[in-house]
């Protein structure tokens, strides 16, 4: 079975951080260093040509603790610059896209960073890397169907030509981290794109999953048979 887009809903960063009796943010942190781990293994061994990444919800950003939050923004700006400082990244074609809300939300030098880091990377199209931040799909919905002029006939096409993400194709494989006795989606992550997604929940916290636990779920993908309503 073919595998062209995987969607990471990770979870667990912050009871990683209090299994260990350390603050949230360092959790987040680790969260961060297994994010580069995993692209690595992707990137090196030609995994998945279009990765999406579920950073942060607009709600994390508003509800969380302010200190927890200020950690969290420094964590992103350190994590990606270093990221994209890597020669891996234009040496293996990454494009790296963030979408969501964060352009509206955030201080004016991550905003200024993260422009600069698609800029940078702006040519490179042998990988797709979406990040997610301050992101609600049904926002993006809305604000899709408000974009719509007046007196236009709507289709399903017309709405996904305004969506942020509407360069992104349909996700074959959820892999959501941090699930025990619960599982289930949250976040309205994607929703346009992940109608048909197969869904693969594990209890492994999001900054223990490893390159071991991703072969897992994609050996666990190709067992399946992805009818899509037939």
Excluded: C
Aim: hydrophobic share 35%; net charge positive; proline share 3%.
């Amino acid at each position: 079975m073919e595998l062209n887009h995987i969607l990471f809903i990770p979870d667990g960063n912050r009871r990683w951080a209090k299994k260990r009796g350390q603050n949230p943010w360092e959790g987040h942190k680790a969260g961060a260093e297994s994010f580069k781990e995993l692209m690595d293994f992707i990137t090196k061994n030609n995994v998945v040509k279009n990765i999406s990444f579920w950073a942060m919800s607009k709600d994390n950003f508003i509800k969380r603790p302010k200190k927890e939050i200020s950690f969290l923004i420094k964590i992103i700006n350190e994590a990606f610059k270093s990221f994209t400082k890597d020669k891996n990244i234009n040496d293996r074609g990454v494009n790296i896209r963030f979408y969501g809300e964060w352009d509206k939300i955030f201080d004016k030098k991550t905003v200024q960073n993260l422009k600069q880091i698609e800029k940078d990377t702006k040519n490179n199209n042998r990988f797709f890397l979406s990040i997610l931040l301050a992101y609600d799909g049904k926002v993006e919905l809305i604000e899709s169907i408000n974009n719509l002029k007046k007196n236009i006939k709507v289709t399903a096409e017309k709405i996904k030509e305004n969506l942020w993400t509407k360069s992104l194709p349909d996700v074959d494989l959820i892999i959501r981290t941090g699930v025990k006795n619960d599982p289930h989606l949250s976040g309205n992550v994607l929703l346009w794109q992940t109608s048909y997604s197969q869904l693969y929940f594990t209890e492994t916290l999001w900054p223990d999953l490893n390159k071991i636990e991703l072969k897992k779920a994609i050996l666990d993908f190709a067992k399946r048979q992805r009818r899509k309503g037939k």
